[in-house]
């Protein structure tokens, strides 16, 4: 486990991610005010909140990119952390397998890249080019390069915002197939509360830089929207949000019209 820079303090902690007392500051506003978190090993976590809630200054603080922040607290998170971002970030002028592998030390690691290309369904395409992949496509990739490091602790940043939705109803299949192999503890960031429950063990709504709620998915698999435990979550979660489902609902009805 790691300390943290900018007055933040470590523990012991069986937990993956323990977060006590949390605070980070940025132009004189705490962005995250006292927040408590904690993720056990191989335990997928989602995160919701409205914009400017604090959720990205999270995965930074996570992630050690946020050493100009001030703040204080605990924070204890594995040195072995990946970040998957909205954007596959592939490096055009190298091949696949090169992406794969970036900064991966050890005599085999052209067999654990191709290993993990495979994983994601990309076999034989270690010498393609990232340009000739489709959206989707490049994202496998950027999941490939996240796990082929066997890490203790993926955060991810919306990774399917970009996709249509039946690309992203694929790639959350494939996460949490190879979740479910490799047994990361999971931090995903999402605007989206049907992807949140489609994948989480649990799920967390940021609100004012805290935690405000926190409740598990205890739904057996396939989560099928239509079910009424399904329906109970997902109303909870939304309303927290401070969504309107008397406007949402009218926008079905409206989306429904224009269809016919």
């Not at 705490?30 to 914009?51: H, K, M, T, Y």
């Not at 970030?89 to 050890?106: F, H, T």
């Not at 489709?134 to 996240?146: D, F, I, K, P």
């Not at 970009?162 to 995903?188: I, K, N, S, Y």
Request: contains cysteine; aromatic residues 2%.
């Amino acid at each position: 486990m790691a300390t943290h820079a900018g007055g933040l303090t470590a523990t012991e902690d069986r937990a993956t991610v323990h977060i006590d007392n949390l605070v980070r500051t940025l132009g004189g506003r705490d962005i995250l005010n006292r927040l408590q978190l904690r993720i056990a090993p191989g335990e997928f976590v989602a995160l919701l909140g409205r914009s400017g809630s604090g959720k990205s200054t999270l995965l930074r603080a996570l992630a050690r990119l946020d050493h100009d922040v001030t703040g204080s607290g605990v924070l204890t998170a594995p040195d072995d952390v990946s970040v998957v971002f909205q954007d596959a970030r592939l490096l055009p002028w190298k091949r696949l397998l090169d992406n794969v592998v970036l900064g991966l030390d050890g005599p085999d690691a052209a067999e654990r890249g191709s290993t993990a290309l495979a994983e994601v369904g990309l076999a034989g395409r270690e010498r393609a080019w990232p340009v000739e992949l489709s959206g989707g496509e490049q994202q496998r990739v950027s999941l490939a390069r996240s796990l082929v490091r066997e890490p203790q602790l993926l955060l991810a940043d919306e990774p399917f915002g970009a996709l249509d939705a039946l690309t992203r109803l694929r790639m959350h299949a494939l996460l949490r197939q190879l979740c479910d192999r490799h047994r990361p503890a999971v931090l995903l960031v999402t605007h989206d509360v049907d992807e949140a429950i489609a994948l989480a063990d649990r799920v967390a709504v940021l609100e004012e830089g805290r935690i405000a709620v926190d409740l598990p998915v205890d739904l057996p698999a396939p989560r099928r929207p239509g079910t009424p435990r399904y329906a109970t979550l997902r109303e909870r979660l939304l309303e927290r949000l401070g969504v309107d489902r008397t406007a949402e609902e009218g926008d079905e009805v409206a989306e429904g019209v224009n269809a016919a």
